[in-house]
């Protein structure tokens, strides 16, 4: 199934082309107009945030990075949306820079377990995991124990510290969260 990824991609496109057409309360084209449909200019705008999540949960992690920098301009750089931003640079591979944008926002925000969470992500992906076993015990002990994710995290933390001299190079999947109900699952490619 090599062209999953373009077909899911042409997919999302086409609905945004078709989500962008019914936004258009009114159409003052004549019929037979070549043009595309104009936008009306009092209409709402859906969420940058909304719009970014959904495209994390189909794995277009560029187009997410891109809604949530536009929802930047909209919010300011509040601790959501700097965990938003972390989330799309780390699923992008960029370690350095979610690191910096989920430190960020526990700054901001520093009794929020899901940026606990991610941030912990990142630490243990940079390969620090007692560094990330203290980010885990903490976001766990701010959520008081209540997301799985959580846990998991902090089991996977702590089994890896615990076997970092007999490490056979086990990849572990550790989950990233959000506000909400939505989880995400990061995997190393093992091709």
Not at 52 to 63: P, Q, S, T
Not at 119 to 128: D, I, P, S, T, Y
Not at 145 to 160: P, T, V
Request: charged share 25%; proline share 5%.
């Amino acid at each position: 199934m090599p062209f999953r990824g373009p077909l899911i991609r042409a997919a999302c496109a086409v609905s945004c082309v078709l989500a962008l057409t019914a936004c258009a309360e009114k159409d003052t084209r004549p019929p037979d107009s070549p043009f595309a449909p104009t936008l009306d200019p009092d209409g709402e705008a859906v969420d940058g945030l909304i719009v970014g999540h959904r495209l994390m949960e189909a794995g277009e992690y560029n187009m997410a990075l891109e809604s949530f920098i536009r929802a930047a301009a909209s919010h300011g750089l509040t601790a959501e949306v700097l965990v938003a931003l972390g989330s799309a640079n780390l699923s992008l591979g960029r370690l350095n820079q979610s690191e910096k944008l989920l430190r960020r926002a526990i700054e901001l925000e520093p009794d929020w377990p899901e940026a606990w969470n991610n941030l912990g992500v990142v630490v243990m992906e940079r390969n620090k995991p007692s560094e990330a076993v203290q980010i885990f015990r903490r976001a766990y002990a701010l959520d008081n124990g209540e997301s799985d994710s959580i846990r998991d995290n902090l089991r996977l933390a702590l089994a890896k510290l615990d076997n970092r001299v007999y490490d056979n190079g086990q990849q572990e999947d550790f989950k990233l969260v959000r506000r909400g109900s939505g989880s995400y699952l990061i995997r190393r490619n093992t091709e």
